[in-house]
């Protein structure tokens, strides 16, 4: 038998799998629209917006998220669809009988896995994070309800070298409590510090009022001088609204934006930022996600099964859920420090790098 032209297969099989990326990723979209507006359809509506308003600012800006989070499972799907039908009509095995190895079917999905992953690391760390700060303006205006605030350890960053750290926050009385404001010096040392027992909101003035301040100087590490007050008002950059965020500081920022954040609060010796470090590594490691379960779904959907694409798209979901499960569940030991940051945001895709190498090896050629 004549080998086939593999550049024309390789061709095929690329534009074939993109498309039914795209077409995955746009049922997904509209999958979950339709699933948030039926479960919030009345809180709009109570809160005073209008659906014209919802459909035309709210749901565009919420899409990319929807992307961000879905492209791993439509592309995957997509791998699982395209590889088994042409398993089914029996062209795999045309073209293995005529010599062509499965590792090399699986260049081509490779490259469209790398090309997904680098595209959407770019849309992960650049404009997400620019749309979902309207998709958390309009739902703390119209579903407050759904909200997950912050009320404790909350740290701010008022300019380039200040950040300012809250102990607790009332965001109805637009109090905070056991307060902090540290100020860098230009070679990134502790310049100045005050500490406030409450810091309270003023509507009238729009400045914050502090009672029982303490605040220190420092030079090159040490401190020079110490004066307390009962109370002192300041302004600052920071207003209550940025205290009642409800959403993670690092996870609604894009990557340059993260560093500099994470840099400042080191710098100003905030401890437990657990959390934020792990939003931080996720931000490198979900990307990735795209590739290793292209490469899984390849060999999966490659050999033939009864039950047809039926049981594939069954294997292929759970495998997905399965992927999933691991990285929700590695997320409590980064938070609590049982594992490092960088390790609880990449276990989970090394552990299924593994599966899938595998999968592979183990797949007959």
């Given amino acids: 038998m004549r080998p086939p032209d593999m550049t024309t297969f390789e061709r095929h099989i690329i534009w074939r799998l993109l498309k039914g990326f795209i077409v995955f990723v746009g ?8 699933l948030h507006w039926v479960e919030y359809s009345d809180d709009f509506l109570d ?8 459909f035309t600012v709210f749901y565009p800006n919420y899409i990319p998220e929807i992307v961000r989070l879905t492209s791993p499972l439509a592309l995957f799907l997509s791998c699982i669809y395209l590889t088994g039908t042409l398993a ?5 095995t045309a073209l293995q009988t005529s010599g062509v190895s499965l590792y090399r079917l699986v260049r081509p999905y490779a490259v469209v896995g790398l090309l997904v992953t680098v595209v959407m690391f770019g849309f992960n760390g650049w404009v997400v994070p620019k749309t979902n700060e309207v998709v958390v303006r309009y739902e703390n205006k119209y579903l407050p309800g759904n909200q997950t605030v912050e009320n404790s350890e909350i740290h701010r960053q008022n300019g380039p070298q200040s950040i300012l750290s809250v102990g607790y926050y009332d965001p109805e009385q637009k109090q905070a409590h056991d307060v902090s404001l540290q100020r860098m010096d230009g070679s990134s040392q502790l310049a100045s510090r005050i500490d406030a027992e409450r810091m309270e909101w003023i509507d ?8 029982d301040v303490t605040r220190r100087r420092f030079l090159d590490g040490a401190q020079q001088s110490k004066q307390t007050f009962s109370s002192l008002d300041t302004t600052l950059k ?4 940025d205290l009642a ?3 993670n500081d690092v996870s609604a920022m894009t990557i340059p934006a993260a560093a500099d954040y994470l840099r400042s609060l080191r710098r100003s010796g905030v401890s437990n930022l657990n959390r934020s470090l792990v939003a931080y590594y996720n931000k490198f490691a979900y990307p990735f996600a795209n590739l290793i379960l292209i490469l ?3 060999p999966i959907a490659s050999v033939r099964r009864r039950g047809g694409q ?11 859920f399965l992927y999933l499960s691991v990285q929700k569940l590695a997320e409590p030991f980064g938070y609590s420090g049982a594992l490092g940051p960088a390790m609880t945001a990449w276990l989970p895709h090394l552990t299924f790098a593994l599966v899938a190498l595998l999968v592979l090896w183990r797949t007959r050629t």
């Fill in 204 to 211: 009238s003035l729009d400045t914050w009022h502090l009672e």
């Fill in 88 to 92: 089914q009509e029996l062209q795999l």
């Fill in 296 to 298: 899984i779904g390849v």
């Fill in 238 to 241: 920071v207003y209550p609204q």
């Fill in 27 to 34: 049922a997904l979209i509209v999958f979950f629209i339709v």
């Fill in 245 to 247: 965020r409800s959403k």
């Fill in 47 to 54: 809160q005073g917006a209008t659906i014209r308003e919802v």
């Fill in 310 to 320: 039926a049981v594939r798209f069954a294997i292929g979901l759970l495998t997905a």
